[in-house]
Structures are given as structure tokens and as C-alpha cells.
């Protein structure tokens, strides 16, 4: 299946999770903030959270400045 991670397309194997995407990415679970179709998924529900084909996942990573 194809979803896209920060708008940027992305191949999955059928059945893989929000946690199995952010593996794939690459990017650390730590000090991030996820959504699915825009709805925010907490850290405890990506393990269980299940993609279909087309879902789009936005990324949103912490960081400090002033």
C-alpha cells in the first residue's frame, strides 16, 4: 500500500501500522507529535493504529529555539 509521510509518498506492506511508518522513515518516536488524516494519534495508540492505502501521516517534530 502507498500513504504519505509529510507529503511525501511512501510504500508499505498491507497491514503495517502508524509505528511500522515512522520506522520505515526513519524518525525516532521520541518528541514527536503524530496525525492521520488529520487527527492526532497519541504515542500509545501507534503501535495499534492500523493504515490503509492513501492515508496521509503528518509528522511534527519538537524542537527548541528562541
Known amino acids: 500500500m502507498t500513504v504519505k509521510i509529510n507529503d511525501k509518498p511512501t510504500t508499505l506492506a498491507d497491514g503495517a501500522t502508524l509505528a511500522d511508518a515512522l520506522m520505515e522513515a526513519g524518525v525516532m ?4 507529535a503524530t496525525a492521520l ?3 492526532v ?5 501507534r503501535a ?3 493504515l490503509t492505502d ?3 501521516i503528518l509528522i ?7
Do not use: C, H, L, R
Not at 518516536?29 to 514527536?32: M, S, V
Not at 511534527?60 to 528562541?66: C, D
Open 29 to 32: 518516536p521520541e518528541g514527536i
Open 60 to 66: 511534527i517534530k519538537a524542537f527548541y529555539g528562541g
Open 48 to 50: 495499534s493504529t492500523q
Open 54 to 56: 492513501g492515508d496521509n
Open 41 to 45: 494519534v497519541s504515542s500509545d495508540k
Open 37 to 39: 488524516n488529520g487527527t
